[in-house]
């Protein structure tokens, strides 16, 4: 009964042509031992080749941990990926069209693993109208060699909907924590529980193989059969990875306060007040108390740190979309991890909760915004960073707050207690005319009734069936010259355009 092999035969067992699922988020979660033995076996052998890749959140570090151990010429032919920003050296392979690169919603991407472990032909949803997935506009394709659809639209009892439908996948490349003779896979010690069960099953229930990397191996499991994630009956083999290859997160070995098993106190935290916190202040005075909120990666992350600052955190209910709820949500490389989480679900339910409308909040980054209030953050010239979850976030919540500062580059913009002094501005635009790439649909938005808004460090901006209303500025601002001057398109001037609160700028 014993399933424990190492990674190098781990690796052997992936055919030419498979199809292989990889489980993780940034760094929770990733089988690095698995990824790397799969690269070591292609430079010496040539072989797995043209493998199709299919994963729901970005894996990697930007540099060469994660799915980056797949960036060989030949190993990969195809990938339908969630998130690209984490993987360049995949990204480059695509950029030159030597795979087909696809990109598809995250939650999309999990919901179809338990799909295809049903047997169900595919996953039919709205999530994805009208921004660069739906094939009306690109159908979630990234570059020339993505010749076959991945996505349909369909009429279902009067209403569009998307379909996209359901393939075989043959072999999982999956992350736990301990594992017992028998392969029954327990996480007691990983940030995130992620979408292994449903991985599992689908490879499982398509005749494929199951590997999973843990840090230890047991005779039998001592914790309770409830906290088993993914039992024997779907894995077919163990690896035993050595600690360098098992990091919690890319950013920390091992914090007790991601896995329960130690609660952090926030006094200790202390806030260096720069542009960033200043948008984080503005932000954190729309948050409602009791809310549940989603809080993107990057500038977002700025919000919890005003809403602790400020005290109101413990009134609110912070989430992000890999499954935590409640707690402080992790930043950088450990972003997807939670301190002091009150519960951590399945990704796939968590994107269950966030399409069906149970987020109240939502702020999210934005790298272009044209006077449609369309918002791109998935590709910028040749670069592709991809989407994540912020289709599925952007389109479901009730309010959406889009967050970053008002010109990319170096801008220099001097902080006071009488406001903001703009000295010189970013070289790049981020109001556009029109955006390169559709993320969010404004259009739509409008139409399912969500309220959306536009936060910088010097306007606040809301959109309307007319444009973007310009709503607010900060202390210090000519609005001439540090925002219409700046943007692309002409907004349109609130009556009253309100002067920002000046306690927002000065000291705590």
């Known amino acids: 009964m ?20 990889t489980g993780g988020f940034v760094g929770s979660g990733v089988p690095e031992a698995l990824l790397a033995a799969v690269q070591v076996r292609f430079l010496e052998q040539q072989a797995p080749r043209d493998l199709t890749l299919v994963y729901a959140a970005g894996q990697g570090d930007g540099k060469e941990r994660g799915l980056n151990h797949l960036g060989e010429e030949g190993l990969v032919k195809r990938i339908i990926g969630g998130h690209w920003g984490l993987v360049p050296k995949l990204g480059q392979l695509a950029f030159e069209n030597k795979l087909a690169a696809y990109n598809l919603p995250q939650g999309v991407i999990s919901h179809l693993y338990r799909d295809i472990a049903a047997g169900k032909p595919g996953c039919l949803t709205h999530v994805g109208l009208h921004t660069f997935v739906d094939p009306r506009v690109d159908g979630g394709k990234l570059n020339d060699a993505a010749q076959e659809d991945v ?18 996948i043959h072999i999982a490349l999956l992350r736990g924590t301990t594992a017992d003779a028998k392969g029954n896979i ?15 099953q689908a490879v499982h229930n398509c005749g494929g193989k199951v590997i999973v990397q843990v840090e230890r191996v047991t005779a039998s499991q001592r914790l309770s059969p409830q906290l088993v994630k993914v039992p024997g009956i779907l894995v077919d083999a163990v690896v035993v990875a050595d600690a360098d290859e098992h990091m919690q997160t890319f950013a920390e070995q091992y914090n007790p306060a991601y896995s329960g098993e130690v609660q952090v106190s926030r006094e200790h935290l202390q806030f260096e007040k720069d542009i960033r916190l200043i948008m984080g202040r503005i932000a954190a005075q729309y948050l409602q108390l009791g809310s549940i909120v989603n ?33 402080i949500p992790a930043s950088g490389l450990s972003f997807g991890a939670t301190a002091n989480a009150e519960s951590i679900i399945d990704q796939p339910a968590q994107f269950d909760f966030y399409d069906g409308g149970g987020l109240d909040q939502a702020f999210l980054g934005m790298a272009e915004v044209d006077r449609e209030g369309n918002v791109n953050v998935s590709r910028f010239g040749t670069r592709t960073a991809g989407s994540g979850g912020f289709i599925n976030i952007s389109q479901n919540a009730k309010e959406v707050y889009f967050m970053g500062t008002f010109t990319s580059g170096k801008q220099q913009v001097d902080i006071h207690d009488q406001g903001l002094t703009v000295h010189s501005n970013g ?9 390169q790439h559709m993320t969010f649909n404004g259009r739509y938005a409008l139409s399912q009734g969500q309220r959306v808004s536009y936060i910088t460090e010097r306007a606040l901006f809301r959109l309307t069936e007319q444009g973007l209303l310009l709503e607010a500025v900060a202390p210090g601002i000519d609005i001439e010259q540090d925002i219409l001057q700046q943007m692309d398109f002409a907004p349109i001037l609130a009556d009253q355009i309100d002067v920002l609160n000046l306690g927002l700028f000065g000291d705590t």
């Not at 014993?2 to 699922?21: F, Q």
């Not at 327990?186 to 991985?199: D, F, G, Q, V």
């Open 2 to 21: 014993n399933k424990v092999i190492s990674a190098a035969e781990a690796a052997e067992l992936i055919k030419d042509g498979d199809t292989v699922a």
């Open 295 to 327: 809080l993107g990666i990057g500038m977002p992350e700025a919000v919890a740190m005003a809403a602790s600052e400020k005290g109101t955190i413990d009134q609110i209910t912070l989430t992000v979309e890999p499954g935590g709820i409640g707690g």
């Open 427 to 435: 070289k790049v635009r981020k109001f556009v005319e029109r955006v």
């Open 151 to 168: 996505v349909e639209l369909v009429n279902i009892g009067g209403q569009e909907s998307l379909f996209y439908p359901c393939f075989p």
């Open 186 to 200: 327990t996480m007691e010690r990983e940030a995130l529980t992620l979408e292994a069960l449903s991985i599992a």
